[in-house]
């Protein structure tokens, strides 16, 4: 088995590190990352039958996760990043959940028992978008064809404008426990640059509601690197923020691609945006302040009271993350429903069409909406997984020949500058990200992606790390 060890010579002074490491990458919810996907490698065939496999090994013992997106909103958000349709016609909603339906039960008849669901979550768009009744008959529906787990974690994401007394009760009366807040910024200047209003009653009300029904953990979202964004705005919203104690915080930074996204991230100029230096400097500012109110650090973007599900989740060593973000348990088997779904069956992934109209065409031909995917092989497989322990636990370790790749010598020479900087530390058989390391970790996974490093994408791709 390899053995790294080498010895660290002082290169002497070096730039900044954000500097130096502030590079276009992904955000690694997916190893391969999506433009890596290997259209040859895949067919809805191969895709069907990874999701029975995976479905056999896993649903007796840990159930499967359910994804939904619902991609309706009433006005477009430029910070937003998401596949979404702008509209104000709710009579939308119903044929849109039928057509859910259809999808659902097109996987239920074709898994060979009964699925038993541990995780489920509503995303978007926005799902409050949709009536409580509609969404009611959503979710009846889905538990008409599958059990729950005793464990389970229902979620949603609930804008603080829309989200009424009559969806929390209809969604917590429907076994659903934690529910998120987009926020941003309480900044008005940064909010009518991308257009996103949000009053700081609504989201009080909409978070001391949600607890005064029972909901045991609530979520804000919180996002720094924004247009015209100052860390005087940041330590403000922070500060608000704490009168309110959410459970578990996602504090993220702003990926702007406009160059993927079309119009919707072009309304306003690069120059309106934080340089990286300003924004990973909103970043420490942030984590200390939410360091002082209780909060901990949970993988990347996220911080937990200790209370949270999350945060004992990173204790225990139990921490996931797949493309419905951070979770508190593994599932191997995740199903995405809706337009631009992604599933994940842990040896294949596959995503639905993300047009509306192209999605009800072919659930109309009784065909799974999947227009292209990804059949992991061995190596995929592995390193996968290292840059799954890297993402949850900030370590890895290849002292089995099941974790081990022959690129494995050309990953250590890579991060061999990284150690230097003191981003990361050299075990016998393995590697831990410093603490110093850990907003650089996008960077470490970067290099364990092989298939990054043989073929650099000639248009730039993903977002800026820092």
């Known amino acids: 088995m390899l053995g790294l060890n080498f010895e660290s010579n002082c290169l002497g002074m070096c730039n900044s590190l954000v500097n130096k490491y502030n590079v276009a990458g992904p955000r690694y919810t997916s190893y391969p990352t999506v433009p ?110 599958a059990n729950i787990d005793q464990q389970h974690e229902f979620s949603f994401e609930g804008h603080p404008n829309n989200t009424t007394r009559e969806h929390l009760q209809t969604l917590y009366d429907l076994g659903f426990r934690r529910v998120s807040f987009g926020v941003q910024d309480y900044n008005e200047t940064v909010q009518k640059a991308i257009h996103r209003i949000q009053p700081i009653a609504h989201v009080e009300e909409a978070t001391h509601t949600a607890r005064d029904i029972g909901y045991t953990s609530v979520g804000h979202d919180i996002i720094f690197g924004l247009p015209f964004q100052t860390e005087a705005h940041v330590a403000k919203t922070i500060e608000i923020t704490k009168t309110m104690m959410p459970n578990r915080i996602a504090f993220y930074s702003y990926a702007h691609v406009p160059w993927l996204k079309g119009n919707g991230q072009r309304g306003y100029k690069d120059a ?14 942030g984590k200390s302040l939410l360091s002082k109110t209780g909060y901990h650090e949970i993988g990347m973007d996220h911080f937990a009271l200790e209370s949270d599900t999350l ?31 992604i599933s994940d069956s842990w040896y294949g992934f596959s995503q639905n069409v993300k047009g509306i109209e192209a999605y009800y065409h072919m659930l109309d031909q009784n065909m799974i909406p999947v227009y292209r995917g990804h059949i992991l092989n061995r190596e995929d497989l592995v390193v996968r997984q290292h840059i799954l322990n890297l993402m949850c636990h900030f370590e890895t370790e290849w002292s089995t020949a099941t974790l081990y790749i022959d690129e494995l010598k050309d990953v250590v020479f890579k991060l061999q500058e990284m150690a230097l900087d003191g981003l990361v530390e050299f075990k016998k058989h393995g590697l831990k990200v410093t603490a110093k390391g850990q907003p650089y970790v996008r960077n470490v996974c970067m290099a364990f992606d092989v298939l990054l490093q043989r073929k650099q994408p000639s248009t730039r791709l993903f977002s800026m790390t820092v």
Request: hydrophobic residues 35%; aromatic residues 12%.
């Open 272 to 285: 309106d945006l934080p340089s990286g230096e300003v924004k990973r400097a909103q970043y420490e500012l």
């Open 311 to 341: 945060f004992k989740a990173m204790k225990d060593h139990t921490l996931h993350r797949n493309f419905m973000g951070y979770t508190a348990s593994k599932t191997q088997a995740m199903i995405g429903l809706g337009v631009s779904s």
């Open 36 to 145: 890596y996907w290997d259209p040859n490698s895949f067919s809805l065939k191969q895709w069907k039958a990874s999701l029975v496999t995976s479905f056999v090994e896993s649903n007796e013992r840990e159930g499967i996760s359910l994804y939904i997106h619902l991609p309706f909103c009433e006005s477009m958000c430029t910070f937003c990043g998401c596949n979404k349709r702008i509209t104000k016609r709710h009579d939308v909603e119903l044929p849109y959940i039928k057509a859910v339906l259809k999808e659902w039960s097109l996987y239920c008849d074709l898994l060979p028992s009964r699925p038993n669901i541990k995780e489920l979550h509503l995303g978007g768009g926005t799902p409050t978008f949709f009536s409580p009744e509609n969404l009611e008959f959503l979710i009846k529906g889905i538990l008409r064809r």
